[in-house]
């Protein structure tokens, strides 16, 4: 099986408990690459994240966790100079979550390209990240670098646009690295509410990506059907019926889930375009839809995402 590589935030979601008086708050370890790393490795899957998190309680909880949890954190960078992430959830009543970030030059965003392990390319895997590590201009730069190692490398490129618009400074434009990132992917996957606050027309932007050479597009929509795009084709799969209490690891589980399947089935960058019109290809959709309708009926991000008994 392939290896799943996911690069990027490791972080603390500091979730509000729905329960009376006071607020408390649960650690929940989380951050969307994590999650999928952790969710591919809790699908029988080989996954290593890539990342940067404190030498402090929360790092320690993170690093612990995901390697309870079968991922490779051999490359999991730890450093006394910067504090760990933290997210504070809190859910709606039908389960939509609302962020607020404390992640001022936190360690994830002080990862550089020389912390990498000479070994992680060695063989063809699936890279993974997403767009919170393009906030400012160091990390981008991080970010685009190690796209670009993976791609070099033979690696099948995906990225999940996952866009927080409170991690972004007042003043950027984050439609501009977000396509930069795009345009660099083999796999991009975004919700049809990021497509909107970001680019507008969906039938423009997957048409200037296929241009571009992204060779699969999809776009979620909560519990409406999944739009997916590639050159000569289009399909649409309809969600798994869940009743939903979290949402926070939706997108994630959706991710790790097909990332698995890909894994499994040996798909290389040079074999996607040839997968999207078999029939394993919908069947992989339905799978990974199947992740998520697990993860938003349970609450946390680690905790949420499902194993195959689960499923």
């Not at 590589?5 to 979601?13: K, R, S, T, V, Y």
């Not at 590590?133 to 999940?160: K, P, W, Y």
């Not at 507008?200 to 979620?220: F, H, M, P, S, Y």
Request: aromatic letters at 8%; charged letters at 20%.
């Amino acid at each position: 099986m392939m290896k799943v590589i996911a690069f990027g935030e490791a972080l603390i979601d500091m979730l509000a408990l729905p329960k009376p008086g006071q607020r408390k708050f649960l650690e929940q370890p989380g951050g969307a690459p994590a999650n999928v790393a952790v969710g591919v490795a809790k699908l029988g899957g080989h996954a290593m994240f890539v990342g940067q998190v404190g030498k402090d309680m929360f790092g320690d909880l993170l690093v612990r966790s995901m390697s309870g949890y079968g991922v490779d954190t051999s490359a999991l960078h730890q450093t006394p100079a910067a504090m760990t992430a933290l997210a504070f959830v809190s859910l709606a009543p039908d389960g939509e979550r609302s962020f607020a970030f404390y992640r001022n030059r936190s360690a994830d965003l002080l990862y550089r390209v020389e912390y990498l392990p000479d070994s992680v390319f060695d063989s063809p895997a699936i890279f993974h990240c997403g767009s919170n590590t393009l906030t400012d201009d160091e990390i981008l730069n991080t970010t685009l670098d190690l796209m670009q190692q993976a791609r070099e490398a033979g690696c099948l490129v995906s990225f999940d646009v996952n866009y927080r618009h409170n991690l972004w400074p007042n003043g950027t434009t984050p439609a501009e690295p977000i396509w930069d990132a795009m345009a660099a992917s083999d796999l991009v996957k975004l919700s049809r509410e990021e497509l909107e606050a970001l680019y507008g027309d969906e039938q423009t932007l997957v048409q200037q990506l296929l241009d571009a050479g992204v060779k699969l597009v999809l776009i979620t929509d909560g519990g409406n059907p999944l739009n997916a795009y590639w050159a000569g084709g289009n399909a649409q799969v309809a969600p798994i019926a869940a009743d939903m209490i979290d949402s926070t690891a939706a997108g994630d589980a959706f991710v790790a889930g097909l990332l698995h399947q890909m894994a499994a089935q040996g798909i290389t960058r040079d074999k996607l375009e040839s997968w999207v019109n078999d029939q394993t290809f919908e069947e992989a959709l339905t799978y990974a839809c199947r992740c998520g309708a697990v993860a938003v009926s349970r609450y946390g991000a680690f905790d949420a995402l499902p194993t195959v008994e689960d499923l």
